[in-house]
């Protein structure tokens, strides 16, 4: 009876074991399999060279995201958006994903206010970056992290 009970304890903390090693991998693997690439050159190409300023975007970006295959986001910019002062275009870069440039928006004075909802797919917990390009030639940036549980844009066959 108390060798049963041991097999019985035994074969639970495997069991268990098992669990939490499968629910770390993934976090594990994406480390392994999509390294954050350097967005200071690309940064470095969108600006030409010109440095940007921080503050003046809103982003709005789950800070846990269960699945990277389709993660809300939010970006508004504090813009007047009249034909002198108005976001020209509107950058998205995902440091972490096969392609950081995920996607560029590009806006005007029609469009009434410098505001974009979209979903992103994210290759795992990183920092996504929007940078605004604003009609007299300057920029603006803002970051924010997001832990993604379950990755996408990852090849799942190696």
């Given amino acids: 009876m108390a060798g049963d009970v041991a097999v019985r304890r035994r074969r639970f903390l495997v069991a268990g074991g098992a669990a939490i090693a499968a629910g770390a991998l993934p976090a594990a693997a994406q480390q392994r399999f999509q ?8 940064l470095q190409k969108l600006t030409g060279g010109r440095a940007a300023e921080r503050g ?8 846990v ?9 939010r970006i508004r ?4 958006m009249t034909a002198q ?9 995902a440091e972490r994903n096969p392609r950081p440039l995920v996607a560029s928006f590009h806006l005007g004075p029609q469009s009434g206010k410098a505001e974009v909802a979209t979903r992103v797919r994210l290759a ?24 993604v549980t379950s990755a996408a844009c990852l090849d799942e066959s190696l």
């Fill in 65 to 73: 995201a269960e699945n990277g295959n389709s993660v809300p986001l």
């Fill in 56 to 63: 003046g975007i809103e982003v709005e970006l789950p800070q």
């Fill in 35 to 42: 390294p954050a690439h350097d967005i200071a050159p690309l």
């Fill in 124 to 147: 795992g917990t990183q920092k996504v970056t929007v940078l605004a390009a604003l009609s007299d030639g300057g920029f603006r940036v803002a970051e924010v992290e997001v832990l």
């Fill in 85 to 93: 002062d108005h976001v020209s275009v509107l950058h998205v870069i």
């Fill in 77 to 80: 910019v504090t813009s007047p």
